[in-house]
């Protein structure tokens, strides 16, 4: 029995139930139930229709559970509805769901929480640990997050929009240095990308795949990040990119064009350069100049600068830095980035003042550390 | 067991250090090799079973307080001086004794700095309050 197909059915199985208008937390109780029943069941006989089987089983727990419930509170039973008959194969039972789960009421941090647990399978104990926070306040964050939702119809299409920002902030948490998050985001936007044919969904799978085919190049090994110019490109996946390649080419096809999938464009020709000196700056400043438009983020924009620097020039990057004032102000990259460009124009000692305060102002240690290296090595002229 | 929280004072304390030359005077490798450190301690404290958390804190901040009925609070935005009390980090750790968190207090302000001498910085010793009485 494959805990992969367990784990891909669950969130399908959850989608049935709430559609047929169960509750969405008794729903998940007894996806759960379900779940632990199959273990018991399937190392003897597995059934033709694993998934059909599941919905079954979890209907009825569900009903047990409403009808015991019911007795308790002396409930008139005649009110519990049968499942509603009909085909279970609605393909798009597990987008729903996310959509449910990626609900805009829900703050971010409860949207990633709820996602995780309900389309993950992820216990509330190992959501709690990946971010860094009690179990009982990640398990009342799921369960107000089930509150807010509950009663909410799962008939209408959500915004596919939040659902990415969503599993991208998944996606990002993880690239961070947990690494199970990252591969839990990946398989999450397959799932979406099969029952989705927005181009977006492509490309947000395509950027997260070229983004973790380069993770084991990422760390030395006393964990300090090493920056894209000087990772060891031998270790990046060349499978994954090649995945990413054939994944983005088709979604930049269909010509609707949108954030990811120009980010994703981005990433895959840094990925396709041999060596960092061989990179396509010009055909990435292209690209950039189509995100700057697209999206209203002025890191975007601040990303940019860097690559006319490569294109044009250290001071014409520092004078599109100059340009972008105000929106960034106090924000650790805004310094990170001009120290770059003061480094590769030569002036040394701005630079390494400018690595320090950014060092100051990051809230994530590794590029702290990094970055404080980096004025360590310009000061001793490494 | 008692729970102890180690406040590291990156700067301030109560007297002054002998020497204390800042970070951004350090070499790469002195960086690299007091980051080392840091996460050979975390290493010890997880193997041993005394850790609870160990995090580092920005620089940056902010003092906020109360500004009395109907007043917006008062925010006094970092950075703060240089000279001024720095709390770089904290450990909270679950020991036997209070003997034994000095121990790991000491040997956490061994961490090398420039020249991979120690940089002898005070860590605070605090008692974390308990919620129940001990047993008679």
């Not at chain 1, 727990?61 to 085909?87: C, F, M, N, Q, V």
């Not at chain 2, 290493?43 to 940056?60: F, I, K, N, P």
């Not at chain 2, 720095?86 to 061994?110: N, P, Q, T």
Request: net charge negative.
């Amino acid at each position: 029995m494959s805990e992969d197909l367990l784990r891909d059915l669950a969130p399908q199985v959850l989608g049935v139930l709430v559609r047929r208008g169960g509750d969405f937390a008794s729903a998940e109780d007894a996806v759960q139930e379900a779940l632990v029943e199959a273990h018991r069941v399937w190392p003897e006989t597995v059934p033709d229709d694993p998934r059909a089987w599941l919905v079954t089983v979890a209907q009825r727990k569900l009903i047990d559970a409403l009808r015991s419930e019911s007795a308790r509170h002396r409930r008139e039973e005649a009110t519990l509805a049968e499942p509603a008959p009909g085909p279970t194969e609605q393909a798009d039972d597990t987008l729903l769901l996310m959509f449910l789960c990626c609900h805009p009421a829900l703050s971010p941090a409860s949207a990633v929480a709820l996602t995780l647990r309900a389309m993950g399978g992820l216990t509330t104990r190992e959501i709690a640990e990946a971010f860094l926070v009690p179990e009982a306040t990640m398990a009342q964050r799921i369960s107000r997050a089930k509150r807010t939702i509950a009663g909410r119809p799962l008939t209408t299409p959500g915004d596919i929009a939040v659902v990415l920002r969503v599993l991208y902030l998944v996606f990002n948490e993880g690239y961070g240095g947990r690494g199970d998050l990252a591969a839990e985001a990946i398989r999450l936007a397959r799932l979406l990308a099969r029952e989705s044919d927005e181009p977006e969904v492509a490309g947000m799978l395509a950027l997260m795949l070229l983004h973790h085919a380069r993770r084991r190049a990422r760390w030395d090994e006393q964990r300090a990040i090493v920056p894209l110019d000087e990772q060891d490109r031998s270790l990046w996946d060349q499978g994954e990119i090649a995945e990413a390649v054939r994944i983005l080419t088709a979604a930049l096809a269909r010509g609707r064009p949108g954030e990811y999938q120009v980010q994703a464009a981005i990433a895959a020709l840094h990925d396709d350069a041999p060596t960092a000196t061989e990179t396509d700056w010009p055909q990435i400043l292209a690209w950039y100049d189509d995100l700057v438009a697209l999206t209203s983020n002025p890191l975007a924009a601040l990303s940019r600068a860097v690559v006319v620097g490569e294109v044009a020039g250290p001071r014409a990057g520092l004078r599109a830095v100059d340009a972008l004032e105000g929106s960034l102000d106090g924000h650790h990259r805004l310094d990170a980035v001009r120290a770059h460009l003061l480094e590769r124009a030569g002036d040394v000692d701005a630079a390494a003042a400018l690595y320090l305060r950014a060092a100051r102002r990051t809230t994530s240690t590794g590029e702290r550390d990094h970055l404080t290296r980096r004025a360590a090595r310009l000061r001793s002229g490494q | 067991m008692p729970k102890y929280l180690l406040l590291k004072h990156y700067s301030g304390g109560p007297e002054p250090l002998p020497s204390c030359v800042p970070m951004s005077e350090w070499t790469a490798d002195e960086i690299t090799a007091h980051i080392a450190f840091q996460h050979e301690v975390v290493r010890m404290l997880t193997e041993s079973g005394e850790l609870v958390d160990a995090r580092g804190l920005s620089t940056e901040g902010a003092y906020v307080r109360f500004g009395g009925p109907g007043a917006a609070p008062v925010v006094t935005d970092g950075p703060f001086p240089e000279t001024k009390e720095l709390v770089a980090g904290w450990f909270l750790v679950d020991v036997d004794s209070k003997d034994r968190a000095h121990e790991i207090a000491a040997h956490a302000s061994s961490a090398p700095g420039k020249d991979g001498e120690p940089i002898h910085e005070w860590i605070e010793v605090r008692p974390v309050m308990d919620d129940a009485p001990p047993v008679e």
